[in-house]
């Protein structure tokens, strides 16, 4: 205790050495990647990535969010809400997708991060990128056994469910089943990686199947555009439900970012990268549309039911079986993207325990199955447990908030590497580029909110289009004085994102805008956990990477000074070994 207590005393000085400090991509790929001890095994194709992508992202948004949404927010223009997020969803998985490519590491989003705006950054947006994994998780294994209800002819979706008397509304039903799941799905993935992708490709292939059906069966049955214009038209909510529903229902797009944390086990990252992430997106995207339009032409908005919607959809329509098969599908794209979602998130707390921001034991990969047990078996436990007792709607925005932010950055960090780190601007005018992009953004996102004049609108979608095409000019100068390659002066870059800086910059515009959009109570317990993972960064995650990082470093001097057996030209290897 008195060793953590001088370290608290030199929390400031801490703080000043790491919170900015940055890894290269290059360290990240080598370096880093040597504490989890065994290397993971790379198996994986890019069919096998297009297969989880997209595995991970059906059975969440479709079953979860689409009767929700169209209920209570966006009314029949709920695809049009799918439309707007999936735009974005692929603006922010082209972001993905070149630093996938050029960092093929598994912390995702937490190592793009932390190379380009250093490690409390990196720490924040791995954080919440875990924070929203564990909680959909928690949300879709409740779904599950909704559906697995309508799948044997249950009427009541919350029949298997124990309620206690006593608890708040909300956390007062029990789901002993989602639990069970997540626990099977945890035991899967300790075994190996390629064995639960194949179980997920199997999985995903008779999904697709089964959406087929779905599509076809209810067009040829529902009432086609008299149940979409009916009983209030088609946006009975406005444009702004259609907006709003759009941030919730982001919460379908979470997944294509697994693939990302999926780099050090897949074969060719180059070209297996770039296919699965924007090819699993845009796949989605469009059965998401289909699957949400063809619930509104089965069933008036407004009688959507909330749980189970369309197993209860096709037997409003009389048919009684098609609701069992669909109950049945739905099960089984919910277990797909669990999968896919419980894969994803152990790669991420892995490679944070590789950072020491977290305990190192959870960055440990099993020898024998080359999977991080460890962390697979720490979150599978979080899981579990907020799957036995917490509804979804508790967590939906909350979930859509933090994966906004995460994208935000995301997108953000794209742009300060792209023309900054790896190009030849000045950090002060990219920085300014950036402040000036979100500024206008929120200003504009602020406006819509607050219903104000339209013309106040139309000023700040044209200034932020003026304030993009400056900075590209002033960057296309540079890059012609210069004669070098914006992305890579020396070494030309693997996939590059066409067109830049403008699908980024819509990209956080967008996320912004989505962001504003969710309740006050999402912000409040955002804001709650926010300040919870400061202060353990402040309390233990800065002083172990300070001690790992900083002293390491002075450690491994002084055994070169002092020793004579350490050769000089080995003096890396005697660094790399340290804790």
Known sequence: MSKYFHSLSQTPHRLKSRMLATWTPDQEVNQVRLRSGADMKRKLRWFDLVSLGVGGMLGVGVFVTTGPVARDISGPAVFISYMIAGFSAVLSSLCYTEFSVNVPVAGGAFSYLRVTFGEFIGYFGGVNILLEYVLSNAAVARSFTEYMCTAIGVSDPNAWRVKVIGLAKGYNELDFPAVVLVLLLTLCLCHSTKESSMLNLVMTVFHVIFFGFVIIAGFCHGDGVKALVEPRGLTPYGARGVVNGAAVVYFSYIGYD?????????????????????????????????????????????????????????????????GNVVGAGASLGIVASLLVAMLGQARYLCVIGRARLVPSWLAKVHPSTGTPLNATL?????????????????????????????????????????????????????LSFLALLSFFSLAFSLWWKLNKPWWGLTLFIVITIAVTALFQYHTWS??????????????????????????????????????TTLKTLSFQRFAIWTCLVTMFYVLYGVHRTYEAEEMGRVDVVEI?????????DKLDNVQMAIP
């Not at 994208?407 to 780190?421: D, E, G, Q, S, W």
């Not at 012609?480 to 830049?500: A, E, H, I, R």
Request: aromatic share 12%; glycine share 4%.
């Open 478 to 515: 540079i890059s012609s004085t210069t004669n070098k390659n914006l992305l890579t002066p020396s070494c030309p870059s693997k996939w590059s994102v066409p067109f830049m800086p403008w699908p980024a910059a819509a990209s956080v515009f967008l996320n912004v805008f989505l962001t």
């Open 560 to 568: 070169h000074v002092t020793s004579t057996r350490v050769q000089p």
């Open 258 to 322: 697994t693939v990302s944390t999926l780099a050090e086990e897949i074969q060719n990252p180059s070209f297996s990268l770039p296919v699965g992430i924007i090819g699993s997106v845009s796949v989605v995207s469009v059965l998401y549309c289909l699957m949400s339009l063809v619930l509104c032409v089965m069933v008036p908005y407004n009688e959507i039911s909330k749980s189970a919607s369309y197993a209860v959809a096709f037997r409003r329509i009389g048919w009684g079986w098609a």
């Open 378 to 430: 720490f979150l599978g436990i979080c899981t579990a447990t907020i799957a036995l007792f917490t509804d979804l709607e508790i967590v939906m925005e909350l979930i859509s908030l933090g994966t906004l932010c995460v994208f935000y950055l995301v997108a953000n960090a794209l742009i300060y590497r792209k023309y900054t780190l790896t190009g030849q601007n000045a950090p002060f005018r990219t």
